[in-house]
């Protein structure tokens, strides 16, 4: 017997289909992925067509999805809440009907081009979507919050982060990667959770990196869409108390921290990454970039202070003021990274540093860190309590609003 397994898109989703070839007679075998059994069909494969369109999801699961994405414990972000919506709207309105918004009007925005993207998609398929998506959405976040069992790695209920501990080292490693791990306000919280769980953990160091070909994309720029009731005023305040808080964190941190760079690296998280770590290593192709003038803002992360001094003032001009890209071995020419290494060996080299330094005594490295830092503490304190006001106002400025809605139209393909 002659047995193949072809996987098709339909459009909705992937089945997968198994051809087996008998003597005399032909069966089909459809595996989908929210049903349990198997169905077994003969041939001619309009009746593979009909059984589909049965399995389409009822107004009752359709209803039962609404309910469930309301008991959801967390947050799943605004790129699957515009999914959401849009598919909502496809189900119960069709195509899209509304005006266009104008292009300052955000979050109605971001809605319209998420529902318009979806075009002339059927009613039923739009329903059988969001029911699907929800079933995913209500699965992915039971599993994630279960905790790796048995050794002492630990892989805690993050959403946007793993973070694991072993031989003395906890990795806290950004987990965005689609999205180039650009920082939500989801991934803000969990890192401040983690570097204060790691502050109190056993382990000598921690290390920072990212998963995927960015280390960080840096600040989400759709963090910038969701405009609550006190309208884009109140957006900048609780961003500036975010980033106040977040930075903060960096700076009291007292352990050794490490920032591990394989890739490139943007705005918001390079400039704790950078400013504050004991050690920074990067592969050779990894690269360093604050565009905050190209979006209309201006430095934060204490970077205003720290880089003219690690570098130069002429330096971090060029950095900060004109948004130069770094490659690794400049940054590292001007103080901003420790070591560089060949991407082919860089992770073992670098593993090696790391397992040798987490061996050391854990209080002393904590102690002349603290020496090392605490005669600047409150200065950098001080800085980023400034750079923060500086930037609340920054992001109600014109500049700052075409440069993110400049962004956000090139992706809306939602
Ligand atoms: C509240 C505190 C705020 C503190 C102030 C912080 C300031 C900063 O952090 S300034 C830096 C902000 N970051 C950027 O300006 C980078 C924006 N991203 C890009 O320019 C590009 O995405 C890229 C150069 C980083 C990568 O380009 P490419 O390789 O072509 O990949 P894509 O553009 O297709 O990206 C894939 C996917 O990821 C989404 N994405 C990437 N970066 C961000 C981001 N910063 N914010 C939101 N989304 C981002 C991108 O939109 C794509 O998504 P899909 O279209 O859904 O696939």
Same mark, same amino acid.
């Given at each position: ?76 972000? &605004? ?104 920082? &939500? ?216 609003? &075409?440069?993110?809605? &400049? ?8």
């Amino acid at each position: 017997m002659d047995k193949h397994s072809i996987l098709v898109c339909m459009g909705w989703e992937q089945l997968e289909i198994r051809l087996q070839k008998c003597e005399g007679w032909e069966q089909i075998e459809i595996s989908l992925p929210n049903c349990s059994s198997l169905q077994v069909i003969s041939f001619p494969v309009v009746q593979l067509h009909l059984n589909r369109t049965a399995m389409r999801a009822s107004q009752k699961d359709f209803e039962n999805a609404m309910n469930q994405v309301k008991l959801l414990k967390k947050d799943p972000g &605004n790129e699957v809440k515009l999914k959401l919506y849009s598919l909502y709207k496809q189900a119960t309105e069709g195509p899209c009907n509304m005006p266009k918004p104008g292009v300052f009007d955000l979050i109605n925005k971001a809605k319209w081009d998420a529902w318009n993207a979806l075009g002339s998609l059927p009613k039923e398929t739009a329903r059988q979507n969001y029911v699907d998506l929800v079933s995913s959405l209500s699965s992915s976040l039971e599993s994630s919050s279960q905790v790796e069992p048995g050794t002492d790695r630990k892989s805690t209920g993050y959403e946007t982060l793993m973070v694991t501990s072993e031989d003395g080292i906890t990795k806290i490693m950004l987990n965005r990667p689609t999205k180039k791990n650009a920082l &939500n306000v989801e991934m803000y919280h969990e890192i401040m959770h983690a570097l204060k769980a790691a502050s109190k953990d056993d382990s000598a160091i921690t290390v920072l990196t990212g998963n995927g070909d960015y280390y960080s994309s840096g600040n989400d720029l759709t963090n910038f869409t969701d405009i609550p009731p006190g309208g884009v005023e109140e957006k900048a305040k609780n961003g500036a108390v975010l980033l106040r808080e977040f930075v903060g964190c960096f700076i009291d941190f007292p352990k050794p921290l490490i920032a591990w760079s394989m890739s490139s690296l943007w705005g918001i998280f390079r400039s704790p990454s950078l400013g504050y770590s004991i050690a920074v290593y990067a592969s050779d192709r990894a690269t360093f970039h604050t565009p905050f003038s190209h979006l209309g803002q201006s430095p934060e992360g204490c970077s205003s202070y720290t880089f003219p001094k690690i570098m130069s003032p002429a330096k971090a001009t060029e950095m900060l003021v004109f948004g130069k890209k770094l490659t690794a071995g400049e940054a590292c020419a001007q103080g901003l990274v420790t070591e560089v290494f060949p991407d082919s060996t860089f992770q073992k080299e670098v593993w090696t540093r790391l397992k040798a330094f987490a061996k050391l005594p854990p209080n002393a490295m904590r102690i002349s860190k603290e020496i090392i830092r605490n005669r600047e503490k409150e200065k950098l304190h001080a800085v980023n309590a400034e750079e923060c006001s500086v930037l609340q106002g920054r992001w109600l400025s014109d500049e700052c609003m &075409n440069a993110v809605v &400049n962004f956000l139209s090139r992706k809306s393909k939602l």
